[in-house]
Structure formats: structure tokens, C-alpha cells
């Protein structure tokens, strides 16, 4: 077998190198100086993703990135081109790429203790679950630490069943919890199932969502930017979340055994979904609800959690709820990984029925990255700039929205943050998927990095580093105007 050529492909710094022309709008500037690229060439890297990877691991874009290093909120490909992150590795870069404090604690803590597992003690993870616990409210202070938003999942769904001695989960249409097996079945997305047998005593409830769902409108959504739907909903009562309440109960009535239920899931806004809202008031009855009947209420705050939503630190804040459970990852590590369940004391010792345990949970650099993401949270003060900078990003994409048709909403709190693309404004059916391509391939080209989400694809997802300034959003709202107005001038052109 031939040894795999490397090559050194590095074009210095170049901020925006764009191929479009003067015309565009300028990047901000970055004082950090990549590494030059001295890896794999790019066609020899694309033959062993070929060849070597599962074909599961679709890549974005026509000809997907070669990212090559990270500083912030910035990325760069081999050639040392730069681009603004808008999508954070999948919500999951909390703090900023190769955060200099959060990397430091890393390295530190591998110069003194790798891995031992929970076996012994060591002193990270206990300093870490304390300040964990203090972040949380109530009685919310037992922490069990894994390595994923779906490992964090798959063991909520194990606490709710050992603790209330019932088999029957609830969770949301077009909501994402994971791609275990186990939790694949609280995952209500066709797009995200496997057919095998996976959702045994699981039952997916309506999507109580303002924008395509049957009821909600101009009124419904704890956010900066509403719908442009039409609502009859008073300040202070929600007609709408009354509407898909009914319509869980409905659940219970007809679909649990004897009205009883081992627990509902639900993130506090929905990630993979689309960054779709819950009317205001829904999930606080919902969640009467499933206590009245037995359950326990878990908290995805695998994308919403640790300061995103801007007002809050965790997004269930938000509703004026307080789970049984609480999931969180992704965050949490700023890109190691890292994740946890959070629960009471009591649910906690359900689990002391058999042994269990996580060999990577709570390892020693783990936690003390984890810890190193506490702190520059706080003194970065990154959940204010969430809320300030999110919701000056969402009122300027709101502008976007009444300026071309194609943009049928605009939605979110905060830094996470949802476009829906629509052919048609008035059916609000989804974006053609060559048409959205279009849109999402022309950001790239201008340096911009946005996400997609939703069941057919056509949301972009801007879940950025919570590091991001207005100058950043300024460029994005320019890179997206261009992209959208090449968009529309080529239907009209199609259209003659």
C-alpha cells in the first residue's frame, strides 16, 4: 500500500478570501494567525473519509471543509482561509475555539491525571459537582457524569422507569434527544429513525409549535421576534398552548395504561428540530400534568443549557418550570466530551438497585475543562452578551424576514436561533431543497458558517460561540442579505 502523501498547504491569513469579488461585504478582523497545514492533502483526505469512514458521516456543503484549526469564534481550512462559525460545532463550542483558559486547564490537568475512573477519588470531579449542584435549583444536587447528550438521555429514561416503577415516556413530534438505541425512540423525527425496534412504551405527543403547528401565532413565543401570524391570544393567557395541552391529554387518556406515566422529555426550545418554541404557559401544564399522573419531568438542556438563551442559565428557566431530571452535554465542554445528568436525591437512589457505571464519566480532564467553562462563563460574562448580542441578532434577521418572502420566520432567545426558508409564504411550505442549497452554499462562500435543521431541512440554525459580537452579526445580516437578494433576483430571472 502506497504511504499517504502529506502536503503543506497554508496561504497566509487571509481574512476574507473571498472568491466573489471587492463587492462583498468585509469580514471582520482576527488578529490570530493560523498554523500552517501540514496533514493529509485534501483529495487524499476525501479518499480515506471514503473509504475508512461509515457513509453515515454526511458532510456539509458540495465540497466540505477541511477545517484545520480554531480560535474562538473563528475557523480555518488548510489553505488558511477564515470563517465565522455560526453553528459552534453543533451548539456544542460554548466559550470560543481553543479558549486559552479553558485549553490551559486541559493541559494542565493531563500533566498531572489523566484517568483513573470512579474507583478512587480524585479532586475534579467532586469540585466539579459541586459547582454543577450550586448552579441548579431546589434539590437538583446529584450529578452523574457521562460522555454525551445521548448517554445523558438513555440514563434519564432509565431514572424515570426505576423511579416511578412505570414503563410509559412521553416526549415531542419533531423533538431530538439522541441516537443510542435506547433513546432513539424518544427521538420523534422520521429522518433520525432506524426501523428496528426502538420506541417500546414511548409515545410522541402533538408538537405544540406557533409557526407550523395548528395553533399560535403573533403572541405565542417568549422570544424578541414573532410570528406574522395572526393571534387572538390575550397577554396574559395563551390560547394556543391551552389548545395542544388538550391535545396531550388526549395522550393520556387514550394511549397510557390506566392514565399513568413514567415521565415526559422535552427541551426547553427544540435544537435539531428547527429551534422551535413552545407557546408560552404549555410546558408549565404540561408538567402539572405529568406529576398529577405519576411522571417525572426531564429537561433536555443539551443545546439550551449553560447561559445560551441569553435571560437564563438554563432554558427551562425560561418556561417557569423546574424539572425531576436534567440533561445537559454538548456546551458544557466547549467541544470536549462532556456530559451529565443532574437529579434529586431521591430519584438518585433508584439507580442503587443494580450496579452502574461509566468508565469515561467524570474523568479528571473532563471535569476539569467543565470547570474551566464555569469560569469563563462568569467572568467572560457570556450569558449577558447571549442576551444582548442574540436578541440585536434576531431583530436584524427580523428585517431580513419582512424584506424577502423566502424567509417565512424567524424565531429563538438568546444565541440559538432559527431561519425557516419557505417556497411560500402563505402555505409556509418548505424551501425547494436545490433553492436552499443555494442560499446556505453562497453564506459558506462569503465566509459564513450557518447550520440546518428541521424534518425537511430548510432552517438555518445559527447556534454561534457565545463569544460572537455585534460586528459579527453585523457581517453575518450582510453576508445573508447578499445570499438572499442573488436568491431572489435568480427566481425572477427563472420566473420571465
Given at each position: 500500500?502506497?504511504?499517504?502523501?502529506?502536503a503543506?498547504?497554508?496561504?497566509?491569513?487571509r481574512?476574507g478570501?473571498?472568491?466573489?469579488?471587492?463587492?462583498?461585504?468585509?469580514?471582520?478582523?482576527?488578529?490570530?494567525v493560523?498554523?500552517?497545514?501540514?496533514?493529509?492533502?485534501?483529495?487524499?483526505m476525501?479518499?480515506?473519509?471514503?473509504?475508512?469512514?461509515v457513509?453515515?458521516?454526511k458532510?456539509y456543503?458540495?465540497k466540505?471543509l477541511?477545517?484545520?484549526?480554531?480560535?474562538?469564534q473563528?475557523?480555518?481550512?488548510?489553505?488558511?482561509?477564515?470563517?465565522?462559525?455560526?453553528?459552534?460545532?453543533?451548539?456544542?463550542?460554548?466559550?470560543?475555539?481553543?479558549h486559552?483558559?479553558?485549553?490551559?486547564?486541559?493541559?494542565?490537568?493531563?500533566?498531572?491525571?489523566?484517568?483513573?475512573?470512579?474507583?478512587?477519588?480524585?479532586?475534579?470531579?467532586?469540585?466539579?459537582?459541586?459547582?454543577?449542584?450550586?448552579?441548579m435549583?431546589?434539590?437538583?444536587k446529584?450529578?452523574?457524569?457521562?460522555?454525551?447528550?445521548?448517554?445523558?438521555?438513555?440514563?434519564?429514561?432509565?431514572?424515570?422507569?426505576?423511579y416511578?416503577?412505570q414503563?410509559?415516556?412521553?416526549?415531542?413530534?419533531?423533538?431530538y434527544?439522541?441516537m443510542?438505541?435506547?433513546?432513539?425512540?424518544?427521538?420523534?423525527?422520521?429522518?433520525?429513525?432506524?426501523?428496528?425496534?426502538?420506541?417500546?412504551?414511548?409515545?410522541?405527543a402533538?408538537?405544540?409549535d406557533?409557526?407550523?403547528?395548528?395553533?399560535?401565532?403573533?403572541?405565542?413565543?417568549?422570544?424578541?421576534?414573532?410570528?406574522?401570524r395572526?393571534?387572538?391570544?390575550?397577554?396574559?393567557?395563551?390560547?394556543a398552548?391551552?389548545?395542544?395541552?388538550?391535545?396531550?391529554?388526549?395522550?393520556?387518556?387514550?394511549s397510557?395504561?390506566?392514565?399513568?406515566?413514567?415521565?415526559?422529555?422535552?427541551?426547553s426550545?427544540?435544537?435539531?428540530?428547527?429551534?422551535?418554541?413552545?407557546?408560552?404557559?404549555?410546558l408549565?401544564?404540561?408538567?402539572?400534568l405529568?406529576?398529577?399522573?405519576?411522571?417525572?419531568?426531564?429537561?433536555?438542556?443539551?443545546?439550551t443549557?449553560?447561559?445560551?438563551?441569553?435571560?437564563?442559565?438554563?432554558?427551562?428557566?425560561?418556561?417557569?418550570?423546574?424539572?425531576?431530571?436534567?440533561?445537559?452535554?454538548?456546551?458544557m465542554?466547549?467541544?470536549?466530551?462532556?456530559?451529565?445528568v443532574v437529579?434529586?436525591?431521591?430519584?438518585?437512589e433508584?439507580?442503587?438497585q443494580?450496579?452502574?457505571?461509566?468508565?469515561?464519566?467524570g474523568?479528571?480532564?473532563?471535569?476539569?475543562?467543565?470547570?474551566?467553562?464555569?469560569?469563563?462563563?462568569?467572568?467572560?460574562?457570556?450569558?449577558?452578551?447571549?442576551?444582548v448580542v442574540g436578541?440585536?441578532?434576531?431583530?436584524?434577521l427580523?428585517?431580513?424576514?419582512?424584506?424577502?418572502?423566502?424567509?417565512?420566520?424567524?424565531r429563538?432567545?438568546?444565541?440559538?436561533?432559527?431561519?425557516e426558508?419557505?417556497?411560500?409564504?402563505?402555505?409556509?411550505?418548505?424551501?425547494?431543497?436545490?433553492?436552499f442549497?443555494?442560499?446556505?452554499?453562497?453564506?459558506?462562500?462569503?465566509?459564513?458558517?450557518?447550520?440546518?435543521?428541521?424534518l425537511?431541512?430548510?432552517?438555518?440554525?445559527?447556534?454561534?460561540?457565545?463569544?460572537?459580537?455585534?460586528?459579527?452579526v453585523?457581517?453575518?445580516i450582510a453576508?445573508?442579505r447578499?445570499?438572499?437578494?442573488?436568491?431572489?433576483?435568480?427566481?425572477?430571472?427563472?420566473?420571465?
Amino acid at each position: 500500500m502506497a504511504t499517504l502523501r502529506r502536503a503543506s498547504l497554508f496561504l497566509v491569513g487571509r481574512p476574507g478570501c473571498h472568491r466573489h469579488g471587492s463587492s462583498l461585504p468585509k469580514m471582520p478582523a482576527c488578529s490570530h494567525v493560523p498554523k500552517p497545514y501540514t496533514g493529509l492533502n485534501y483529495d487524499e483526505m476525501s479518499a480515506v473519509r471514503e473509504k475508512h469512514l461509515v457513509p453515515c458521516l454526511k458532510s456539509y456543503y458540495k465540497k466540505p471543509l477541511l477545517i484545520h484549526e480554531g480560535h474562538m469564534q473563528w475557523l480555518f481550512d488548510q489553505t488558511g482561509r477564515r470563517y465565522l462559525d455560526l453553528f459552534g460545532g453543533i451548539v456544542t463550542v460554548s466559550v470560543g475555539h481553543c479558549h486559552p483558559k479553558v485549553t490551559a486547564a486541559a493541559t494542565a490537568q493531563m500533566n498531572t491525571l489523566w484517568h483513573t475512573t470512579n474507583i478512587y477519588m480524585h479532586p475534579k470531579i467532586h469540585e466539579y459537582a459541586q459547582r454543577l449542584a450550586d448552579k441548579m435549583p431546589g434539590d437538583l444536587k446529584v450529578v452523574y457524569f457521562v460522555n454525551s447528550g445521548s448517554e445523558a438521555n438513555d440514563l434519564a429514561m432509565l431514572l424515570a422507569r426505576l423511579y416511578t416503577k412505570q414503563f410509559d415516556l412521553i416526549s415531542f413530534r419533531n423533538g431530538y434527544h439522541g441516537m443510542s438505541p435506547y433513546v432513539m425512540g424518544i427521538t420523534a423525527q422520521s429522518t433520525w429513525r432506524f426501523d428496528v425496534p426502538v420506541a417500546q412504551g414511548v409515545h410522541h405527543a402533538m408538537n405544540p409549535d406557533p409557526y407550523q403547528g395548528l395553533w399560535g401565532g403573533k403572541h405565542c413565543r417568549d422570544s424578541p421576534v414573532q410570528t406574522t401570524r395572526d393571534c387572538a391570544c390575550a397577554p396574559d393567557e395563551c390560547e394556543a398552548a391551552n389548545k395542544y395541552y388538550e391535545q396531550l391529554e388526549e395522550v393520556f387518556k387514550y394511549s397510557l395504561p390506566r392514565g399513568k406515566v413514567a415521565g415526559l422529555f422535552a427541551e426547553s426550545i427544540q435544537g435539531v428540530g428547527g429551534t422551535v418554541q413552545f407557546p408560552k404557559g404549555f410546558l408549565k401544564k404540561a408538567y402539572e400534568l405529568v406529576r398529577i399522573n405519576g411522571g417525572v419531568c426531564i429537561a433536555d438542556e443539551v443545546q439550551t443549557g449553560f447561559g445560551r438563551t441569553g435571560e437564563h442559565f438554563w432554558g427551562f428557566e425560561g418556561h417557569g418550570v423546574r424539572p425531576d431530571i436534567v440533561t445537559m452535554a454538548k456546551g458544557m465542554g466547549n467541544g470536549f466530551p462532556l456530559a451529565a445528568v443532574v437529579t434529586t436525591p431521591a430519584i438518585a437512589e433508584a439507580l442503587g438497585q443494580a450496579l452502574h457505571f461509566n468508565t469515561f464519566g467524570g474523568n479528571p480532564v473532563a471535569c476539569a475543562v467543565g470547570l474551566s467553562v464555569l469560569d469563563v462563563i462568569q467572568e467572560e460574562r457570556t450569558q449577558e452578551n447571549c442576551k444582548v448580542v442574540g436578541t440585536y441578532f434576531l431583530q436584524e434577521l427580523s428585517k431580513l424576514r419582512d424584506q424577502f418572502s423566502c424567509v417565512g420566520d424567524v424565531r429563538g432567545k438568546g444565541l440559538m436561533i432559527g431561519i425557516e426558508m419557505v417556497s411560500d409564504r402563505a402555505t409556509k411550505a418548505p424551501m425547494n431543497n436545490k433553492h436552499f442549497m443555494d442560499v446556505w452554499e453562497d453564506c459558506k462562500n462569503m465566509g459564513v458558517l450557518i447550520g440546518r435543521g428541521a424534518l425537511n431541512g430548510n432552517v438555518l440554525r445559527i447556534k454561534p460561540p457565545m463569544c460572537i459580537n455585534k460586528e459579527d452579526v453585523d457581517y453575518s445580516i450582510a453576508v445573508l442579505r447578499k445570499a438572499l437578494q442573488t436568491h431572489t433576483e435568480k427566481a425572477k430571472r427563472q420566473a420571465s
